[in-house]
T-cell receptor, first 112, second 113 residues
């Protein structure tokens, strides 16, 4: 059974701090996606990583896919209150891109 | 210009009732999905349709029956509702089943009393 473990589960920081969220598995994934979900809304795709070792940047967000394609990290530099939300990683199950397994999420709160 | 829309946004009903949730996407996508997000925010896939054909059917009670009248619509009918069905249900779509990106609707919060 493929599982994705996210850590930490909760994170509360002050504006301007840096943070890293982790998504780990014992299984290999053909791709990993990161989504952000705000209260009362559906998840919104931030990025997809496909190649082992791949690094993608989205403004202050840096995403990395592990060399073995079993883990990923999301690093936020100089967090802002607008970064507050639930961050979800998702992996394609059995190499089938549409069949996603989600981690349980990291709830980030950035205080002004 | 809503991409993926769901109705209703909130649904409160009693145990034993039958209810439906509707989903429509105007993105021209071939693939649509239903997800369930529980009270701990765990998001799990339930069904997926590709061009009106069922391609994913996870371990979901057969009280849940998806219906896709055309590739822009995927509705979810739930019979004999139980307390444990209370959750937020999300519809999503993607250009193709092999696409990396999925676009989610705003969710339907179902409360069974």
């Amino acid at each position: 059974t493929q599982l994705l473990e996210q850590s930490p589960q909760f994170l509360s920081i002050q504006e301007g701090e840096n943070l890293t969220v982790y998504c780990n598995s014992s299984s290999v994934f053909s791709s990993l996606q990161w989504y952000r979900q705000e209260p009362g809304e559906g998840p919104v795709l931030l990025v997809t990583v496909v190649t082992g070792g791949e690094v993608k940047k989205l403004k202050r967000l840096t995403f990395q896919f592990g060399d073995a394609r079993k883990d990923s990290s999301l690093h936020i530099t100089a967090a802002q209150p607008g970064d507050t939300g639930l961050y979800l990683c998702a992996g394609a199950r059995g190499g089938s891109q549409g069949n996603l397994i989600f981690g349980k999420g990291t709830k980030l709160s950035v205080k002004p | 210009d809503t991409a993926v829309s769901q109705t209703p946004k909130y649904l409160v009903t009693q145990m034993g009732n039958d209810k439906s949730i509707k989903c429509e996407q105007n993105l021209g996508h071939d693939t649509m999905y239903w997800y369930k997000q529980d009270s701990k925010k765990f998001l799990k896939i339930m069904f997926s349709y590709n061009n009106k054909e069922l391609i994913i059917n996870e371990t979901v009670p057969n009280r849940f029956s998806p219906k896709s009248p055309d590739k822009a619509h995927l509705n979810l009918h739930i019979n004999s509702l139980e307390l444990g069905d209370s959750a937020v249900y999300f519809c999503a779509s993607s250009p193709m089943f092999s696409s990396y990106e999925q676009y989610f609707g705003p969710g339907t919060r179902l409360t069974v009393t």
